[in-house]
């Protein structure tokens, strides 16, 4: 049984510094796609980062708003997956979610959350004072 499990969340001020994780279990996605998505209260859900298989290595992307503030990363030998978010804003208040699909998605594919096939509980991160 594959299980996607984030940990991490949490409250943090405006401007701070936070990072989750995504630890994978059953399988791995090392030649795949694995990223964040977001849901904020009463907002859709929203793609946040993505990480790419891409020959021999892997390609980020990012949504324009999170763009040079978060980074995504994996450590394989943990089948993990990071997500370092800086410079946070309230707007990011959010339950974060990790995604995987066993393939790599083309670009076009990677924002819709339809098109992962795994997915994690959530966690929640909250940017107040």
């Known amino acids: 049984q594959v299980q996607l499990v984030e940990s991490g969340g949490g409250l943090v001020q405006p401007g701070g510094s936070l990072r989750v994780s995504c630890t994978v279990s059953?399988?791995?996605?090392?030649?795949?796609?694995m990223g964040w998505f977001r849901q904020a209260p009463g907002k859709e859900r929203e793609f946040v980062a993505a990480l790419r298989w891409s020959g021999g290595g892997y390609a980020t992307h990012y949504r324009d708003a999170v763009q040079g503030r978060f980074t995504i990363s994996r450590d394989s030998g943990k089948n993990t997956v990071y997500l370092q978010m800086n410079s946070l804003k309230p707007d990011d208040t959010a339950v974060y979610y990790c995604?995987?699909?066993?393939?790599?998605?083309?670009?076009?594919?990677?924002?819709?959350?339809?098109?992962?096939?795994?997915w994690g509980q959530g966690t929640q991160i909250t940017v107040s004072t």
């Open positions: 059953g399988r791995t996605f090392s030649s795949g796609t």
């Open positions: 995604v995987a699909h066993g393939s790599r998605l083309i670009l076009s594919r990677l924002w819709n959350g339809q098109n992962y096939n795994y």
